[in-house]
């Protein structure tokens, strides 16, 4: 969200590289003719180091510090390289690796994300490299080379491509004869995993996590001593539980050398009947953004926000010295000498008429960065302190300048389990953000899709981007709305879970607003499949959330013509 108004966001785009595609065929196919992709003898072993990233790093270099050892996604054990092309660099990462002279190698590797190459160069014969133009699940890339008379090293390497997102890579292989460096030993039993703690429950279910360890590439949850589920994370949560009834837990990790011991156990009680993770919010509902800082825009107290608005998010939160934690100061100056006390008492007026006052924490300005244990138990901690203080309902999460999905969820497990069911979760990613089920906001949030209240994506300052069908759109129309809505609708959210995010005005935003009118007729496109534009969903979402908007101000400030037209509207939905 944005402090200041009219700022728009441009993001460079390049031609997809089909040259560098066909030449990668082209060299594929003369492989195959050639005779040198080849199955590896039994002698052979893999001659790449840190070939699954474990030890960070280590025998990588990588372009412009593109590179980095991240603990998800991963194919195999705890670590794989996330690399990020920007500018000019591609995101290249590179390891010398020792090889025999007048042998054949296998070359693979395991890639995620954006636009993936893998190659290989000084070969003294005919350097090959493949490619694949992304993917949200892991896939193989494959060739196979031949070394020169007097090769007795070569440069394996992957990269990106310019303009596109992050790609992943796990588990590279250089398959033939040992070219003096041996082999790394393979794995040995993990250790038992530690910090095994309970979120959320319900009346039949109650959620874990602990932390990774090193070497493991899954987990075996146990309840009362009986294997209960697995996991390939450092999440899970065990169903078909009897209400109000207390059970042990433990956890143990596994890999392909055996299972750990189980951890510590511990006890959690599921909740009684009819206190489940319902929430005051309406089946249908609309958030406004409610600014603690004068940026040109209407100045409000609370108590100004229509009705229209069932979630008011307090906007923001800001960032201590402390990673992860947050405070709120209220702008008491800005806001005309609006008083601590009487904004206080206004959250509970809110309250009493029904609605949500939640905080917000990031913003177009936000700093507040959640990346390991400590910071997530910081952010947690402090939240619930917030919540506490002030009453808020719960918790708004715009990280515009990066999210850590797997400490982002731990922050907002740890506070479900101190806030109990009634907590309300929201979300403002970019465009850009939920593009992919790999993206770390939508990650986040399906890995906390038990607790979740909803998704109001930024449908604006983004520029054109592509819909469920594949095809491109351009912001300010009724098919850019319903067909990115589609991703979050058909990508593993409940329909519950979604909303549509716009400017309250022109001056909202430095591009992307629509006319209340658009937003309505892509509201029943989506829940009725009436109003439609071009494109058409499969089929309706009746449940869908409702809509959002920066800011209820900015409302303020055209009048309310944004609310007094969707606030209605997102009521009669069915």
């Not at 993001?11 to 003369?30: D, F, M, Q």
């Amino acid at each position: 969200m944005e402090r200041s108004a009219g700022r728009s966001r441009r993001r460079r785009r390049r031609s997809r590289p089909l040259l560098g595609g066909t030449l990668a065929v082209a060299t594929a196919a003369a492989l195959t003719v050639t005779g040198l992709v080849s199955t590896a003898q039994a002698a052979d072993i893999n001659n790449a180091k840190n070939a699954g990233f474990e030890s960070g790093l280590a025998n990588w270099t990588c372009s412009g510090g593109s590179g980095a050892a991240v603990s998800s996604p991963v194919r195999s054990g705890t670590s794989a390289l996330k690399a990020t092309p920007a500018g000019q660099d591609n995101a290249k990462c590179s390891q010398s690796v020792k090889v025999k002279p007048n042998s054949t190698y296998a070359l693979s590797s395991w890639v995620q994300g954006g636009y993936a190459y893998l190659g290989v160069s000084g070969t003294g014969t005919t350097d090959v490299s493949t490619w694949t133009p992304g993917s949200s699940s892991w896939t193989k890339l494959s060739t196979s080379f031949k070394t020169g008379a007097n090769t007795t090293s070569v440069t394996v390497y992957t990269h990106g491509w310019y303009g596109q997102a992050a790609y992943f890579a796990d588990d590279i292989e250089v398959t033939g004869p040992d070219g003096g460096g041996g082999e790394e030993p393979g794995p040995v039993i993990p250790a038992a995993p530690a910090g095994l703690t309970a979120g959320a429950t319900t009346t039949s279910s109650v959620a874990l996590s602990w932390n990774a360890v090193s070497g493991a590439t899954g987990y075996k949850v146990y309840r009362n001593g009986v294997q209960a589920t697995t996991s390939t994370g450092t999440s899970a949560t065990v169903t078909g539980l009897t209400a109000d009834t207390a059970y042990q837990f433990s956890v143990s990790a596994t890999n392909a050398a055996g299972e750990s011991v189980k951890s510590a156990a511990i006890s959690a009680r599921t909740a009684k009947e009819g206190t489940g993770p319902g929430t005051s919010v309406p089946k249908h509902a609309v958030t406004g953004y409610w600014q603690n800082f004068n940026n040109g825009a209407a100045v409000q107290k609370l108590t100004d926000v229509p009705a229209d608005y069932d979630i008011i998010a307090v906007s923001f939160a800001d960032a201590t010295p402390t990673p992860g934690q947050v405070t709120f100061n209220l702008d008491t100056a800005g806001l005309n000498g609006y008083t601590d006390a009487q904004f206080r008492a206004d959250i509970k007026t809110k309250q009493a008429q029904g609605k949500n006052v939640i905080i917000s924490i990031g913003g177009e300005l936000g700093t507040v960065r959640v990346d390991n244990d400590a910071s997530a138990t910081a952010f947690a901690n402090s939240v619930y302190a917030l919540m506490q203080d002030y009453g808020f309902n719960g918790v708004d999460i715009d990280l515009e300048n990066g999210l850590n999905a797997t400490y982002m969820t731990k922050a907002l497990r740890q506070l479900s389990a101190k806030a109990g069911s009634g907590l309300v979760i929201t979300m403002a990613p970019q465009t850009i953000d939920m593009q992919s089920t790999s993206g770390e906001y939508f990650k986040t949030a399906l890995n906390i899709k038990d607790i979740l209240t909803v998704v109001n994506m930024q449908y604006y300052n983004s520029g054109s981007m592509l819909g469920c069908d594949g095809k491109v759109y351009s912001q300010g129309s009724v098919d850019f709305l319903t067909a990115l809505a589609c991703i979050q609708l058909e990508g593993g959210l409940d329909p519950s879970q979604v909303g549509i995010g716009v400017p309250a005005s022109t001056r909202g935003a430095g591009s992307g607003y629509v006319s209340p009118s658009i937003v309505n007729a892509a509201l029943d496109c989506l829940t009725k499949g009436t109003n439609c534009g071009s494109f058409k969903p499969s089929r309706t979402y009746p449940s869908l959330r409702g809509a959002m908007t920066w800011s209820t101000n900015w409302d303020a400030t055209a009048g309310f013509a944004w609310s007094k037209a969707v606030g209605p509207h997102v009521r009669s939905l069915p």
